[in-house]
């Protein structure tokens, strides 16, 4: 990276021609009517420009619609060809567009044309062609669209007009209901598409009529705080429709409340439950099996596909179309829910519920009172073991003689207690049948944690403690020389670690009061291509950070991608004249132990020439704790007027909300700020990163993946780490410039990225800012721009 800031050279194109030219042969397929269709909807006089205000023609915009009408074109002739019907969708509006309704029935298709009629006119080499790409991964779509793109209506187009039944999965609440309440009828009532849309969440966010009338039959709750907010409850089911809680502001989320009226996939009766007919649940599915389009979350996503995969009724219809926004998240989320997880909040709602169902319907059975009393004091010294310590570690660093296994031997003795009695009683109500069944599944997977022999236990964590050193040494040499060709050397979706065939890691993680026993797959990428197998549909991934400097490979290895189908395109913000990159100079090294304190004092003189307005983000909760302390000192001492935010004083909503508001605050926070945060304008001019967001090398999960790695004989730091940690720096980048009037400056402070080999790939993939190391030029850009320059 230059000393100077005159140099703005831009990166050097990172995606191979071969990738280019696919994406390009991709859209290429495209239909003549359809390409035309889009133009009109999207030209500067179109149908968009004529509902939205303030709509303008982007470029990139129009050519990630054009591949995403591709890739759903491609898709729907092979589902055509499997028998499964018709996908495209009367557009009333487009047809008085044209004017003539036997336009409308040409070879496009649209205007309700039947399947067959569309198939006639679809040419036989358009045929062969979109055959060709469906086998080529041309159902598959990898879309890095840079902020500003406008990304949510390039999808929603083509997918309301030809993508058939249409799952939209998102990665956050916030961008959920965005899609719902805002995007998606703006989009419907310009194209004035016939499209009936639903929004499902998981089962959490409803009430449960069964539990609701036990928790109110019961009367015993811990405060009266929560027994107003149950008689709230109780007063909302009777009038809402939908059972969301989220309808119901004046019970906080966070109300213990909520956990007692409410079911898991644990305790839900199912079909057996006296209030089936009537539950929110079932009525939410039953829409979104209805629905053309369904908007879920990642979450509920996967948790369907892993129902499914074990033959449990599917929560998601079968649909034609899957896009996944916010899908960098994807790789974290569907590691989440392809492993197994075991919590001793399973155990105290299994003591909870047996305890209620045994008192309920068969008071003589047994003393449910002291049998459940027993299982959660059991369960409870599990979490005792540990001390104060909050922690993540593997199963294998415990050591055989650690006192946890003799705490899960004693759940375990309590458990068949307790489920003794409840398979004597298990004839006086479906209600008690369902709590043994809970109780032996949870017995079978804990015996499967107690009774794994010393031998298994390093094999399920795929290493040997040396294996584990040696992959933290690697990382430490940061990926110089061969390793940095390892990265890249690979086809996409050929994930290095799918090819340790079943290889998982156990490990720990403990809470304040709770302690969650995992099993995570080494690779999701194998399971992931299953589930995708079979019925053809189209799959569009996209946000904006995917790649590394263009290269889609180690998302597409993980998620076990066939990465050919992958586009970058560009920002429309001109980031050359809206920001600045600032690495400033004579700083630690991250690993010492003044760098904290060091990034706090290079910080002082750009927040003071920016006059507020700023992120501090941090890669580890002591250094957003340090860096606040020092804050407030500093505040003082100078008399400054900037109001100093920190995470976990109030909600990241609130935090945000008071950001915005005051306009020069200065807020400090981790992990949580780093992506979905949107603040425009003169409140957020500032962000100052403290280092490259490398994943420590501790971590069990990315320990064993590490490992693994090593002992194929490549660079855990190049396949692994360093792509993973350019993708999560560019997310945090990409807090500071949200509209095309945003002005601001990007301070990271670790000097790895201007001293490493690997820093020039880094800072080549982050967006085209203006460079500098000169404190004095960041001072010049702010006073530019107090001058209006």
Not at 135 to 146: M, P, R
Not at 477 to 485: E, F, I, L, P, V
């Amino acid at each position: 990276m230059p000393e100077h800031v005159s140099d703005t050279a831009p990166p050097e194109s990172g995606a191979p021609a071969s990738r280019k030219s696919a994406a390009a042969a991709l859209i290429g397929t495209l239909k003549p009517a359809h390409q035309a269709e889009l133009e009109r909807i999207f030209a500067d006089d179109g149908l968009l420009a004529r509902q939205i205000d303030g709509y303008r023609v982007r470029a990139s915009q129009m050519e990630m619609a054009r591949a995403v009408a591709a890739a759903l074109e491609a898709s729907g002739q092979a589902q055509a060809r499997s028998g499964l019907g018709e996908l495209e969708r009367p557009a009333r509006a487009l047809h008085a567009e044209r004017g003539r309704e036997d336009e409308s029935r040409g070879a496009n298709g649209m205007g309700g044309a039947r399947g067959e009629d569309r198939r006639s006119h679809t040419a036989p080499a358009d045929t062969a062609a979109s055959a060709e790409a469906l086998d080529d991964g041309g159902n598959t779509l990898i879309v890095e669209a840079g902020t500003g793109t406008g990304k949510t209506y390039a999808y929603l187009v083509p997918a309301m007009l030809w993508g058939g039944k249409v799952i939209i999965s998102t990665g956050t609440k916030h961008l959920q209901d965005q899609l719902f309440q805002r995007d998606i009828p703006t989009v419907r009532d310009t194209l004035v598409v016939p499209v009936s849309v639903a929004m499902l969440k998981g089962r959490a966010n409803y009430l449960c009529h069964y539990y609701l009338q036990r928790a109110s039959d019961n009367g015993r709750l811990p405060s009266r705080q929560d027994a107003s907010h149950l008689q709230e409850i109780v007063r909302f089911a009777k009038l809402t429709r939908t059972g969301d809680k989220a309808e119901l502001a004046s019970v906080p989320e966070t109300s213990p409340v909520w956990g007692m009226v409410t079911s898991t996939r644990d305790n839900c009766l199912g079909q057996e439950c006296p209030n089936y007919k009537d539950c929110f649940v079932m009525k939410a599915r039953k829409e979104a099996q209805q629905a053309d389009i369904v908007v879920v979350n990642h979450h509920l996503f996967f948790a369907d596909i892993m129902l499914r995969d074990t033959g449990m009724a599917e929560l998601l219809p079968m649909a034609n179309t899957v896009i996944f926004d916010e899908a960098h998240q994807l790789p974290e989320t569907a590691t989440l829910f392809f492993g197994e997880t075991l919590s001793t909040t399973q155990f105290l709602e299994l003591a909870r519920d047996s305890v209620s169902e045994g008192l309920k319907h068969a008071r003589d059975a047994a003393d449910w009172v002291t049998l459940g009393a027993a299982l959660e004091r059991a369960t409870r010294d599990v979490r005792l073991v540990f001390g104060t310590e909050i922690a993540r570690m593997s199963i294998a660093q415990l050591g055989d003689q650690h006192p946890l296994f003799e705490a899960l031997d004693h759940v375990r003795d309590e458990l068949d207690h307790l489920s003794e009695a409840l398979g004597g009683a298990s004839e006086r109500a479906e209600s008690i049948g369902h709590c043994v069944r809970r109780a032996r599944e949870l017995r079978e997977t804990l015996s499967g944690w107690i009774d794994m022999p010393p031998g298994d236990v390093a094999a399920a964590n795929g290493q040997t403690a040396s294996a584990r050193a040696g992959a933290t040494t690697s990382a430490g040499k940061s990926g110089a020389g061969k390793s940095d060709k390892t990265g890249e050397g690979g086809a996409a979706g050929a994930d290095p670690l799918a090819r340790v065939q079943d290889e998982k890691v156990r490990w720990i993680e403990v809470f304040s009061h709770t302690v969650q026993l995992h099993e995570t797959p080494l690779s999701v990428a194998p399971i992931f291509a299953k589930q995708r197998a079979g019925t053809p549909r189209a799959w569009i991934f996209t946000s904006a950070t995917l790649s590394v400097k263009g290269d889609f490979n180690h998302y597409a290895a993980q998620m076990g991608l066939n990465g050919k189908r992958s586009m970058t395109l560009p920002s429309p913000f001109d980031y050359e004249q809206q920001a600045l990159l600032y690495v400033p100079r004579d700083m630690p090294q991250p690993s010492s132990p003044n760098f904290t304190d060091a990034v706090f004092n290079a910080a002082l003189p750009a927040i003071e020439a920016a006059k507020g307005g700023a992120f501090i983000l941090c890669t580890t909760l002591r250094a957003v704790d340090r860096v606040a302390s020092k804050l407030r000192d500093a505040s003082v001492s100078r008399g400054w007027n900037y109001p100093i935010l920190v995470q976990g004083d109030a909600s990241r909503t609130e935090l945000l909300d008071r950001f915005r508001a005051y306009g020069n605050a200065i807020l400090v926070g981790s992990q949580s700020f780093w992506e979905g945060v949107d603040v425009r304008g003169d409140a957020l001019k500032l962000v100052v990163i403290d280092k490259l967001p490398f994943a420590p090398p501790d971590d069990p999960v990315l320990a064993a993946r590490l490992d693994a790695l090593t002992r194929k004989g490549l660079s855990p730091f190049a396949v692994h780490q360093l792509p993973q940690a350019v993708i999560t720096l560019k997310q945090g980048a990409g807090r500071l410039i949200r509209a095309e009037s945003d002005r601001g400056v990007l301070m990271i402070c670790d000097s790895r990225l201007v001293d490493k080999p690997y820093g020039r790939r880094i800072w080549q993939s982050l967006p085209p800012f203006k460079r500098t190391r000169d404190p004095d030029v960041v001072r010049e850009f702010f006073a530019r721009e107090r001058d209006g320059e």
